[in-house]
């Protein structure tokens, strides 16, 4: 072969190797990566997270009107999560009349209700009424009643503090979790309520509980009431032979049984690892709130529970209850119960009151704290205050808000961090979804329309958390790029060699000079 014709050769394959070879190798090898709003997301910290709820207050007299709107706007004033939108006015005539005429309470509220609207979520009315005989009054409706000046004080802590629970919405979009956002369960497409009853020893104590009718009379009727917030699945179920060694101590006493049972509060939290077993909860992909009553055997009633101080725990029923994960009711039968053929009707109502109780803080309504001078309504039924599903709201949509942006901003930062990680069409639509309806949220809730807000926050959350937890994400990790040069420079360097010795050969001819030749004997 000629010079000139072994030279054409060389040019052409490395020709090749870099006109289609390099951009075929970069190609293949490349990482798909979806177009992503890094700005948008980087902005979130800057954005407001308050809430927007209108006032209405409704006094006898100009000046009383523009006293507690004063006191009102300046107990809220420094509040960044939300931001009261105050409209006063004069009663009218006839209301005043009704007001100052009707004796019972609730009857004033249906006079308010007449030509107020008290079902519009995020509105709340306080309503000067003199007949009061404590300072104010507040209804399990979107009703407050204030008797005269000397209760405005009353009025503007009953407002922060219980209405509007200033101090959990704070914590609800804080990086530390309140006590609580500890004690809740956290956001989810819904959730899944089981009743268990755990029956030890069905050989020796027989048990009438009609648990099904009880979910549904009890726990139904009180989810139905947060329908607007998530939904609920309720199933109930019986355990039998779940035997649990409480390492209780009898104690003698004055009473039918002329003893107790005491078992320290810090033994009762072993249970929940015995019920786990047995639950078959983990059958559902939402996330499960467990009630359990657990049927105290003859032999070892009643049962007592003890503090860590091996004091006794003043409760009419004995029960605890485990954030995010549900609450026991430890049902004693009497002394008359266990004698005889031994059968024990529980009291139904006692026990579901006390697990809808559980349920509340579980699901984020807290109980109000006692404040002088102001009379709380106490709950006629298992449903909910309006004003509590209100407050529940905002919790909700703050917490699911905060929690989608914090998802994104990790989920961006470890983006940037790690060039490989393949972000492909569906990763790009969750981001954008949820930065779509994070700003959305936000629009929606300065404009004070918080049960379109909370749709958003929920969706912004889901999707967020489908974002992040995207299979896809790790499909690359476990290839890092030590182990790409390993299998490259093997399979490379020995075809690469002989191409970039002969570069020299190749500049050196094209350019007409002469090319060094290795003599041989």
């Known amino acids: 072969m000629t010079e000139s014709n072994r030279m054409w050769a060389s040019a052409s394959f490395v020709g090749v190797l870099i006109v289609i070879g390099l951009p075929l190798w970069w190609k293949t090898t490349e990482v798909y990566r979806v177009s992503l709003p890094y700005d948008k997301i980087n ?21 009383t009107a523009n006293e507690i709107v004063t006191l009102v706007e300046k107990a809220f004033k420094d509040s960044a999560v939300i931001k009261l939108k105050i409209t006063k006015s004069i009663i009218p005539h006839s209301l005043h009349e009704t007001l100052d005429s009707v004796a019972d309470e609730q009857e004033a509220v249906e006079e308010v209700g007449a030509l107020f609207d008290l079902n519009k979520h995020n509105h709340f009315y306080v309503v000067q009424r003199k007949p009061l005989f404590q300072d104010v009054w507040l209804a399990g409706d979107r009703v407050m009643f204030f008797r005269d000046n000397k209760a405005l004080n009353t009025v503007v802590e009953t407002l922060k503090h219980i209405v509007y629970q200033t101090s959990v919405l704070e914590g609800a979009s804080s990086e530390a979790a309140d006590k609580a956002r500890q004690t809740r369960f956290p956001p989810g497409a819904g959730y899944h309520v089981v009743l268990s009853v755990v029956h030890p020893r069905p050989d020796a104590l027989k048990v009438e509980l009609d648990a099904g009718d009880a979910v549904e009379d009890y726990i139904g009727s009180f989810v139905d009431e947060l329908s607007v917030l998530h939904n609920f699945t309720l199933k109930s179920q019986w355990l039998h032979l779940l035997d649990f060694d409480f390492q209780s101590k009898e104690v003698k006493d004055d009473s039918e ?36 009553l657990y049927a105290v055997p003859c032999e070892r009633a009643p049962l007592v529970i003890y503090d860590e101080n091996d004091n006794k725990v003043l409760s009419p029923v004995q029960a605890f209850m485990s954030p995010k994960w549900g609450g026991v009711v430890l049902g004693s039968p009497s002394a008359k119960d266990c004698e005889g053929s031994a059968t024990w009707r529980p009291d139904v109502r006692v026990i579901m009151g006390t697990f809808i109780s559980q349920l509340r803080k579980l699901l984020g309504i807290t109980d109000a704290e006692p ?151």
């Open 257 to 292: 049984w002329g003893r107790h049972f005491a078992v320290r509060q810090d033994r009762l939290h072993l249970l929940l690892t015995k019920l786990e077993e047995r639950t078959a909860t983990h059958v559902s992909e939402l996330p499960t709130i467990n009630l359990a």
């Open 371 to 521: 404040i002088e001078g102001l009379h709380l309504e106490p709950l006629r039924s298992v449903a909910p205050r309006q004003w509590e599903i209100d407050n529940l709201l905002r919790i909700r949509t703050l917490e699911q808000l905060t929690s989608a942006e914090r998802t994104l901003q990790s989920l961006a930062q470890l983006l940037g961090e790690i060039s490989n990680i393949v972000i492909n069409d569906e990763v790009g639509a969750s981001i954008n979804a949820a930065v779509w309806s994070i700003e959305r949220g936000r629009e929606l809730s300065s404009r004070g329309e918080l049960t379109r807000a909370y749709n958003m926050s929920h969706g912004a959350f889901l999707a967020a958390e489908t974002a992040f937890m995207e299979p896809s994400l790790l499909a690359l990790l476990y290839f890092p790029d030590d182990q790409k040069y390993a299998i490259y420079i093997p399979l490379f360097l020995p075809i690469m060699f002989p191409v970039v010795l002969s570069l020299k050969n190749l500049l050196l001819w094209f350019r007409g000079k002469p090319i060094n030749k290795v003599k041989s004997d």
């Open 43 to 63: 902005s979130f910290d800057s954005l407001s997270h308050a809430i927007s709820t209108d006032l209405t207050v409704l006094a006898n007299d100009d000046a």
